[in-house]
């Protein structure tokens, strides 16, 4: 595959090339993150639904329909004010595919019914995401880490609930042309009639656009362990996240070898990680725990995070365990030949990626995103295999800190609630 990236004066572009490639993929992301309020989460979320809900001629049902009859699937979501709208079409639909994106994002109708509509199944999702454990506990523990004007900082569903009624439509046609103006990334892969046909259509859409504004998360300033607990009925496990704030961003000097360590610790996805390797399979306490950092871009600092869970009679028994790892980790450091393995394990990992052109369109989408172009990336992680053990160490002594972090917890955790209590500083 070739690809190249580029930063224009209104977007920020990247070409995935694959010859002969029978699927074309495009991803677009705006950043319009100006303040952090609960009304302007749902304002993203009902905006999302409705740019779907009707454009041009089309309505809802029609525009989807067109979509079904050339095989093309236009999806619209949104995430700490990041909107992304991606396509994938077969190769051969592309052009009519683009007319159909280009529509949508330029005659959207927002319709008041539509609206009305919107507003009911948003209200819907936001009662069953109460349930919503895992997703409760990682807001917590955000919250528990950065201040509320923080793009890291979130809502719990009543708290969303509570504010739906407060938008207008008029709000969402001032967010659409907001999102018009803002800055884009745009990934395009596909052959190479496709790469033409996608940026055509980009430059038809993205006529303007004010420059991108940088903004900054703020963390809060800890001194001690901090435990949050929620409770969730109806579940029988408890969800966790565990974890803390770091002042690392991908320029860093020592984000690469953090994330190495981290990688160590636990892996996200398959067995490699040392917790895997102890709190599931030699204690049999969980099914899944990982380890990794989130929301870190090359101007935004982000946090580090664990994902587990257990069943109310094992969770102290199973973060006692979990804290154990990340002391062990973060006092003694990880060995030679796991500085070994895991630089094969990494560049395995990347390698396989690059043998789907979706996998590798949101790969060097999400790092073109984050503010890295594909050369800076390559560069970034040619880091990983010059990493030495003493750096790795380093970093993780740094950043990596089990006295100083916090723990989230959702689930049935009232019976628990005193053990629970016990791991806080």
């Known amino acids: 595959m070739n690809i190249t990236t580029t930063k224009e004066s209104l977007f920020a572009l990247a070409l995935i090339e694959k010859e002969g490639a029978e699927t074309a993929y495009i991803n ?7 303040e952090n309020t609960a009304k302007q989460t749902v304002l993203f979320v009902l905006y999302s639904d409705l740019l779907q809900s009707g454009a041009g ?12 009859e050339l095989g093309t699937n236009i ?19 592309i052009t009519p595919s683009l007319k159909l994106l280009e529509v949508m994002l330029t005659k959207p109708t927002f319709k008041p019914a539509e609206f009305k509509r919107a507003v009911l199944t948003l209200k819907n999702a936001l009662e069953q995401s109460r349930e919503n454990a895992r997703g409760i506990a990682q807001t ?45 990334t745009v990934s395009v892969g596909g052959a190479k009639k496709s790469l033409t046909a996608g940026t055509k259509m980009l430059n038809s859409v993205k006529n303007s656009s004010i420059s991108p504004v940088p903004v900054y998360t703020k963390a809060k300033t800890n001194t001690r362990r901090t435990v949050v607990l929620h409770e969730v009925k109806s579940k029988q496990n408890i969800e966790l996240s565990i974890g803390g704030s770091i002042p690392l961003t991908l320029q ?22 040392r917790l895997m390797s102890t709190v599931r399979e030699k204690e049999g306490l969980t099914y899944g725990i990982y380890a990794k950092t989130e929301g870190i871009t090359v101007s935004e600092t982000g946090y580090w995070r664990i994902m587990t869970f257990f069943a109310p009679k094992d969770v102290a028994k199973g973060i006692t365990s979990t804290l154990r790892e990340v002391t062990a980790i973060a006092e003694k450091g990880i060995t030679d030949s796991e500085l070994l393995r895991f630089k094969t394990i990494l560049k395995t990992s990347e390698a396989l ?73």
């Open 353 to 425: 990626m690059f043998d789907s052109l979706t996998r590798t369109v949101n790969l060097v989408h999400g790092n073109l995103a984050a503010g890295l172009t594909w050369d800076e990336y390559q560069a970034f992680r040619k880091q990983f295999q010059a990493l030495t053990k003493k750096e790795v160490n380093l970093a993780l002594k740094n950043h990596l800190d089990p006295k100083n972090l916090v723990i989230s917890a959702a689930g049935p955790v009232v019976n628990v609630k005193g053990d629970l209590q016990k791991f806080a500083g």
């Open 75 to 93: 999806c619209v979501t949104t995430a700490d004010s990041l909107m992304n709208v991606t396509l994938a079409s077969l190769a051969t639909k």
């Open 57 to 68: 001629s089309y309505t809802r049902d029609e525009f989807q329909r067109a979509c079904d």
């Open 28 to 34: 677009i992301s705006v950043d319009c993150f100006a």
């Open 252 to 273: 860093t000097p020592d984000s690469a070898a953090f994330s190495f360590g981290l990688a160590v610790l636990g892996k996200w996805g398959g067995f490699s990680g």
């Open 140 to 184: 917590l523990l955000k919250n528990a880490l950065f201040e509320k004007m923080s793009r890291q900082y979130g809502f719990l569903p009543d708290e969303l609930l509570a504010v739906v009624d407060t938008v207008t439509l008029a709000d969402i046609k001032n967010l659409h042309r907001e999102l018009l103006l803002a800055y884009w």
